[in-house]
């Protein structure tokens, strides 16, 4: 469960509770709508952290959460595009958080703008969901130690049996999740 909370970055928490005092001068209803949507992502991570595995369904919707956050805080600058439900899929589960792992990923390794923004698109396909963005490399790459990859895998070997499978080209670069 620690290593699961952790992976939720600090700097995220931090910059989102700045959000919400500067959205309460500015337009409370939308600092209350930030927060609730702060708080159900939490939620979300105490109440199956503890878990191996959560329906598809389930991390798709922290997915829908977290993606309001980053709309709040990053305006256009930052655009995740999630699948259409598909009925085939509603009995498939996946290790909790691993969708959020990967678009904090996206986000933390690319640089992005209102002007140019950052897409990171949620794929299902067959028994595995790909979580795919542009590759656009920091000036300064940042310092991360992959923690979160090498942590996804791991959980994933260990729940699933095949661990994620990373895919990356000069224009994208995309991480496979293997469902059950």
């Not at 390794?109 to 897409?119: A, G, V």
Request: with cysteine; proline share 8%.
């Amino acid at each position: 469960m620690a290593a699961l909370t952790a992976q939720v970055d600090p700097h995220f928490v931090f910059n989102s509770l700045h959000t919400i005092i500067e959205l309460n001068q500015e337009s409370p209803e939308l600092a209350t709508e930030f927060a609730v949507a702060l708080a159900d992502v939490y939620r979300y991570v105490v109440q199956h952290g503890k878990r191996d595995l959560v329906p598809l369904a389930e991390e798709l919707g922290l997915l829908e959460k977290y993606a309001l956050l980053l709309r709040t805080r990053f305006g256009d600058g930052i655009s995740v595009r999630l699948p259409k439900p598909v009925p085939h899929h509603r009995d498939l589960r996946i290790p909790p958080v691993s969708l959020q792992v990967l678009v904090e990923n996206a986000i933390k390794h690319n640089r992005y703008t209102d002007r140019t923004p950052l897409e990171v698109w949620v794929e299902l396909k067959g028994r595995s969901v790909v979580v795919r963005n542009q590759k656009r490399p920091l000036p300064k790459p940042s310092r991360g130690t992959h923690t979160g990859l090498i942590n996804l895998d791991q959980r994933c070997k260990l729940i699933c049996g095949p661990g994620i499978e990373i895919q990356e080209d000069g224009a994208s670069f995309a991480v496979v999740v293997p469902l059950l």
